[in-house]
């Protein structure tokens, strides 16, 4: 492969995690029986007007303020002209020159850098309906089923600037986008429901050309990994083109997942006039100063600012307050468990081990954890006061992840109190030694590892209760006294 | 005298002094359909039991003793383009036959509280899109003072019904005159508001930034009356003003003394009939008799009106009936084997020749590469020709024009010739385009044919317009003169 720059851009969809729809009082829940959350306004029904959620622009403002944007203090709803079954007035109000937010930015940490995305900017729109095809697909499908569910259901297209140069990049981007929009709690950003959607605008041009290289635009990704294979699909596509002296085609693809590559959905020359006009059923918005900061109050601290916090003030390593902060839900559980329990990398350790492994196994998100912050640090209290040892404190977690039960109930109920007192594990030691005369001439002869052995055989009479440093000291001691 | 020949507000005293009850009246007015319905074909849609169940239940209510309100139990109807929960809706086209909303209009939800007697739908221009309700793609709706000539339109039903005596009033629509060329077409007084005063929700959109629902009554008090029915701020309709609404009534004064009245020459231009002129010359003459102080003015912008609506009603109007596509309800090609085609045989034959050229039109418009030379140069009109009037406005109290050039045309006189037919709204589009309110009152004859006399405010200036119209109205008796319903 040739050495070719790459510039990505991402147009990113975010479904607004309002009650009700855009221009009407329908919900907007997901996974209602089909055309249930409809109503005549929605439904695009002659005669009905739009009346616009002044919750959806509240949401557009913290998106547009959490990523740096500029707020326009007049902006305007537009309509896109399109014919589409899913489109019932086949118009979409959304907004064109009068976005409600431009010219923001977030940043991402690629290779130990920093890097700043430009956002172009955020507008709002109305999402469209969804089509099911019976058949195998669309081409074979002999007829298709309109659900109107999502009709009106709120969207902010949040447009970057082409800054990004790499799949890593993409992710990275994606992530933090992700990360500030859940924080900001007006998304739950998830790509498989279809509340984060992604276009992906991408050219290739040789080192240090001047002109940006004709790109193209893939659609119809469904998750993070589907839009990384689709643009290393993608640059492969088009540097072998570029490679065999061809020229790359302005066009729309569209990304078979199952096929691993995208495919020609629409030329240039067959791309839609959408015909925008402002919406006359609409008045303009004016956004006053005052109501901007008054939406700025509300916004909570942000991954970056959080991240640097935990670093500064409570010494986690940076990795460690990385991860945390990655999720608003993650990084709120860390600090309530601090509240109780002051030991911020003992904290950062179980919630990255222990917890998040057995979330993942358990394909949960941390919202649905059964284990209470405070009940965490209720363990972590118990394992630094020496109650429980650090294996038995794992066995108790999961009990707790399973059940929601405390960590002091289930120590006192299966009798898991470590058992310090050197008197009772001296004598345990003694009968450990002189059952395993072997290991023990072992250790005299050098083999230090024989040591490890009979602190295990201490462990497994006293079912891992015995505190390890205790069971150490005393085995030391006694073959020690031995040699 | 006959029930049916009254005003609104004289079956409501009737009413209220028991002499009639709602469903005297309301029989008198379905039987005055009967008679004389297959001349005017005004109606598309008859609420006949409706009429009487809603009737009845007036009649109780004054039974009981209790009051009614000014508009209770009179019989109206509605033109077919505002949504009737349960009753069929059409706008005249062969694109909506079945269409039967699940919910009322504000403006039809209004009445119903006030217990207005609904005796159903009328002809119109498919979609609002005309002047003369030629463009029905049901009937052909007949002027009542010469059955051989057109009701004017787009409103032609709600007017040709009040003027035959079948309606006592009735709601019409007009994004570029359609309820005032009407009016004065067949002698009866007709109310663009200002844009805004009446909640849109439930009525089908032809321009958006245009249209508006007004009454069509016999009389000026009767007007006020209706508006005070409708006007008010609509939360469903974002575009609805969000301020009160004073008693319209109250400006049912004969007074004009004072009041400065500018007439702008340029309607005055080529192509006026001479008679209509004539009339003008008459009410000009009969205002200044009357104490009020009328001077000729010019609004030099006003040319360029006809062709910014031109492209701005059209462009707007080919997003708003991009809807109609075969697809959630109305008339469907069950033919076609793929979407498109599907999309294209539906609307090739659902809608008629006039909507399908103001849809390419307004397509054009705003296309990508035109929409700067076309659409938004006629937005920088629309603005210039509000700005001027305006200015206008801020010296005088009114303007008075001609409402249209000419009395009613012969049927299928301009059918052949669009810009001709465009002609007609001349001196109406200006004032869509400025959003402001005016009126057609009844002025004079032409051909023994009725003249309209049209008077402009303010924004929210109605009350200025109906104490001018209802004074004028008070010393004339063009309004009592009543059609003949015959040929020639």
């Not at chain 2, 309301?26 to 598309?44: G, K, P, S, Y």
Request: hydrophobic share 40%.
């Amino acid at each position: 492969m040739r050495d070719y720059q790459i510039t990505i851009g991402l147009e990113v969809h975010v479904e607004l995690k309002t009650n009700s729809k855009i221009f009407c009082g329908c919900s907007t829940a997901f996974g209602s029986r089909q055309n249930t959350n409809v109503c005549p306004v929605c439904l695009g029904m002659p005669g009905v007007l739009p009346v616009l959620n002044k919750k959806v622009v509240e949401y557009a403002l913290k998106a547009g303020l959490a990523l740096n944007c500029e707020i326009a203090a007049f902006s305007k709803f537009d309509r896109k002209n399109y014919y589409y079954p899913d489109l019932p007035k086949n118009f979409q109000t959304s907004q064109y020159d009068l976005p409600i937010a431009k010219d923001g930015f977030l940043e991402i940490l690629v290779d130990g850098q920093v890097k700043r995305i430009g956002i172009t900017r955020i507008h709002m729109e109305e999402d469209a309906g969804k089509l099911v095809h019976q058949g195998d697909d669309i081409a074979a499908s002999y007829s298709s089923y309109v659900d109107l569910n999502r009709t009106g259901v709120p969207l902010i297209e949040i447009v970057s600037e082409p800054d990004l140069s790499s799949g890593e990049d993409v992710k990275a981007y994606l992530e933090k986008l992700k990360a500030i929009l859940q924080y900001t709690e007006i998304s739950d950003c998830k790509m498989e429901e279809g509340s984060l959607r992604c276009d992906v605008n991408l050219s290739l041009k040789e080192k240090g050309a001047a002109q940006l290289g004709t790109r193209a635009e893939i659609k119809n990704m469904n998750s993070f990994k589907a839009v990384q294979r689709a643009i290393e699909h993608e640059i492969e596509r088009q540097s072998d083109i570029l490679a065999g002296g061809g020229q790359v085609i302005q066009e729309t693809r569209s990304w078979d997942e199952n096929r691993g590559i995208t495919v020609s959905m629409r030329s240039k020359e067959e791309a839609h006039d959408y015909r925008y006009f402002p919406e006359p059923d609409l008045a303009p918005m004016v956004i006053d100063n005052e109501w901007v900061e008054r939406v700025r109050k509300t916004l909570p601290e942000m991954p970056d600012a959080r991240k640097k916090r935990l670093v500064e003030e409570h010494g986690l390593p940076a990795y460690d307050a990385g991860v945390i902060t990655s999720s608003k839900a993650l990084s709120d559980y860390f600090d309530a468990v601090l509240v109780k329990y002051q030991d911020a990398k003992t904290t950062s350790n179980w919630v990255m081990g222990e917890l998040l492994r057995l979330l993942n196994a358990n394909a949960m998100e941390v919202e649905e954890v059964k284990v209470k912050p405070e009940q965490l640090a209720g363990l972590l209290i118990l394992l630094e006061k020496g109650t429980v040892s650090g294996k038995i404190a794992k066995t108790v977690f999961e009990e707790m992840f399973a059940t929601g039960a405390g960590a002091d109930q289930i120590v006192k109920e299966k009798g898991l109190v470590q058992i310090s007192d050197e008197g009772a594990i001296a004598a345990i030691v003694q009968q450990v030694i002189d059952a395993n005369p072997q290991s023990v001439a072992d250790f005299i002869s050098g083999k230090e590892q024989a040591v490890g052995f009979l602190v295990g055989q201490v462990m497994k009479e006293t079912k891992g209760k015995a505190n390890p440093g205790v069971v150490n000291k005393l085995l030391k001691e006694k073959l020690d006294s031995i040699d | 005298m006959e029930l049916y020949r009254l005003t609104a507000h004289q079956i409501h005293q009737l009413l209220t002094e028991k002499q009639v009850s709602s469903v005297e009246v309301t029989e008198a007015a379905l039987n005055r359909i009967e008679q004389v319905e297959d001349r005017v074909q005004a109606f598309l849609t008859l609420t006949k039991e409706q009429a009487l169940a809603q009737a009845k239940a007036v009649d109780e209510k004054i039974a009981r003793g209790e009051q009614i309100a000014p508009l209770e139990g009179v019989p109206a109807a509605i033109k077919d383009n505002m949504c009737t929960k349960g009753v069929l809706t059409t706008c005249a086209s062969k694109i909506l036959p079945n269409f039967v909303p699940p919910y009322d209009a504000t403006v039809v939800s209004k009445l119903n509280r006030q217990g207005v007697v609904m005796l159903g739908k009328l002809n119109m221009d498919e979609f609002a899109m005309g002047s003369s309700t030629e463009n029905s793609s049901v009937q052909l709706t007949r002027n009542p003072w010469n059955l051989d000539t057109v009701p004017g339109g787009s409103s032609g039903g709600s007017v040709a019904s009040v003027a035959a005596d079948e309606a006592f009033f009735t709601l019409g629509s007009d994004t570029g005159g359609s309820i005032r060329q009407p009016a004065a077409f067949c002698g009866v007084v007709g109310l663009k508001p200002t844009y805004g005063l009446i909640s849109r929700y439930g009525l089908i959109a032809y321009a958006s930034s245009l249209d508006q629902i007004g009454p069509v009554t016999k009389d000026v008090a009767d007007c006020a009356l209706v508006l005070n029915a409708i006007a008010g701020h609509d939360p469903l309709d974002s575009t609805s003003a969000n301020q009160g609404v004073p008693d319209y009534t109250s400006s049912l004064v004969n007074h004009v003394k004072g009041l400065k009245i500018g007439v702008p020459k340029e309607y005055f231009g080529e192509g006026l009939d001479s008679e209509v002129a004539e009339a003008m010359k008459a009410a000009i003459a009969k205002y200044e008799e009357l104490g009020a102080i009328v001077e000729e003015i010019s609004l030099p912008s006003t040319e360029y009106a006809l062709p910014a609506y031109y492209i701005i009603a059209p462009a707007e109007a080919s997003s708003n009936l991009a809807r109609f596509d075969g697809v959630g309800y109305g008339y469907r090609n069950t033919e076609a084997e793929d979407i498109v085609s599907m999309y294209s045989k539906t609307r090739s034959e659902g809608f008629g020749p006039e909507v399908k050229r103001r849809i390419m039109l307004g397509t054009y418009a705003l296309s990508s590469g035109y929409y700067d030379a076309y659409y938004l140069k006629a937005l920088k009109v629309r603005t210039l020709i509000k700005q001027e009037i305006e200015q206008a406005l801020a010296t005088y109290d009114l303007l008075l024009t001609p409402t249209a050039p000419t009395p009613a045309f012969e049927i299928g006189a301009k059918t052949d010739d669009p810009l001709t037919m465009y002609l007609s709204d001349i001196c109406t589009i200006p004032v869509n385009l400025a959003g402001l309110p005016a009126i057609s009152i009844p002025c004079g004859f032409s051909k023994g044919l009725p003249v309209g006399l049209q008077l402009i405010g303010k924004a929210f200036g109605e009350n200025t317009i109906l104490r001018a119209a209802y004074t004028f109205e008070q010393n004339t008796d063009f309004h009592l003169q009543k059609a003949a319903l015959t040929r020639g």
